[in-house]
């Protein structure tokens, strides 16, 4: 059995300000194009549909084509909703639409039903699980000691009705212990949100969601696809694509991917203002109107360095400096440290700025604890 694996479409999505709908109109054109190519059994969308709870019109039109003419090629699609989507509003009507082969995720009540598909080795059968949190979980499982997210997970799987001797498929949106996390990711507090990759032993194929570089967690069984747009610099380096999976008799599993090529790409290049701007150089530039990332090497600010090198690249998303006066007063370097912080970490050291003593450790258990409340959305 064939599978396109795709997640993290983030439609409707603006990267600084910039926004991506046309790019994304455009990859998913490509998408389909594979599909017809590739002749998928299905195809597994694992989460983060949208870029927000509550989409523009424009990115929800952009999904209702996308998934029409999916329909229209008769290819199943299994989605689930991400940790950016609404799971309620992504599962409006889908007792109507699944009877066109597009099966959504209905919101998380404790259960989840399997879909089956078949081929010449017989039945596999597709497990959504949409993101969660620990107290998604533990509301319908009382009895259950669920502390961690690895917790959540374990336990909505144990109460699935898994079949050992069929080959099964997990479909959801987390983050594996030890994946590579990009800018454009939420980052939780101290990796909180953690799902240890044993919880999924006994699946055939994990189809992850959530992390927007692809990946293998441990096993290729357990694999992330990643976006198929790059939405942060972080990612310019990404090659991105879409995942085949074959699944043939049960144990036997092939990966491999599809290359996809954006309408514009990312790009990052440094320079004094002068030599970025010679026509020399530019004219010699293929990419200028791709997403350009510009790290300006001067010693002294332009005046308008915005407006003057957008005459020249005309995507301008991100310009910075990297010279003497930034590197001594706390610019790029002290900046990328910051991001690599836990929120534990970064309180802890406000806390030792204001009262001049670290935290003791009932404190910073008290605060870890708070943290974790909050980011699970409790009260």
């Known amino acids: 059995m064939k599978l396109i694996h ?49 989409p523009s019109t ?42 066109s082969g ?9 259960t989840v039903t399997p879909l089956s598909l078949a081929d010449e080795y017989g039945e596999v059968r597709f497990f959504m699980l949409p993101f969660l949190k620990p107290s998604s979980v533990r509301r319908f499982h009382e009895e259950e000691e669920i502390v961690s997210y690895t917790d959540a997970v374990r336990v909505a799987i144990s109460h ?3 079949d050992r001797d069929v080959r099964n498929v997990l479909v959801t949106h987390q983050f594996v212990t030890g994946a590579k996390r990009s800018e454009s990711e939420e980052i939780s507090v101290g990796g909180t949100d953690n799902v240890d990759a044993s919880v999924f032993a006994d699946f055939d194929y994990v189809a992850l969601g959530h992390i927007h570089s692809p990946q293998s967690c441990e096993t290729e069984r357990v694999r992330y696809c990643g976006t198929p747009l790059k939405y942060s610099f972080s990612e ?7 995942t085949v999976v074959e699944l043939k008799e049960k144990g036997a599993l ?42 300006l090497t001067d010693e002294e600010d ?9 005459t020249v690249y005309h995507r301008l998303m991100k310009l910075d400096y990297d010279n003497a006066r930034t590197r001594n007063g706390g610019g790029l370097e002290e900046l990328d440290a910051v ?16 009262n001049g003593a670290p935290m003791s450790e009932k404190q910073e258990a008290f605060i870890t604890n708070l943290i974790r409340e909050i980011w699970e959305g409790e009260q």
């Open 6 to 54: 795709l997640s993290d479409l983030h439609l409707g999505k603006r990267v600084n300000e910039y926004s991506m709908l046309d790019d994304q109109k455009y990859i998913l054109d490509q998408i389909l194009r594979i599909v017809d190519d590739e002749k998928p059994h299905g195809v597994l969308i694992a989460g983060d549909v949208y870029d927000r709870a509550v």
């Open 58 to 99: 424009e990115a929800v039109a952009l999904l209702d084509d996308f998934l029409f003419r999916l329909a229209d090629r008769e290819t199943p699609v299994f989605l689930i909703s991400g940790n950016h989507d609404s799971p309620e509003r992504m599962a409006f009507a889908y007792r109507l639409i699944e009877k």
């Open 102 to 110: 597009i099966h959504v995720s209905p919101v998380y009540d404790g």
């Open 160 to 162: 699935m009705p898994l």
């Open 236 to 242: 310019v380096h990404d090659k991105k694509s879409v």
């Open 254 to 295: 092939s990966v491999r991917t599809r290359a996809l090529t954006p309408l514009r790409d990312m790009h990052e290049i440094r320079g004094s203002y002068d030599e970025l701007m010679q026509k020399s150089y530019y004219e010699h530039t293929p990419y200028r109107e791709d997403y350009m990332h510009i790290t």
């Open 302 to 310: 332009i005046p308008d360095a915005v407006g003057k090198l957008t």
């Open 339 to 354: 991001e690599e912080k836990s929120e534990l970490s970064l309180f802890s050291d406000f806390y030792t700025q204001q």
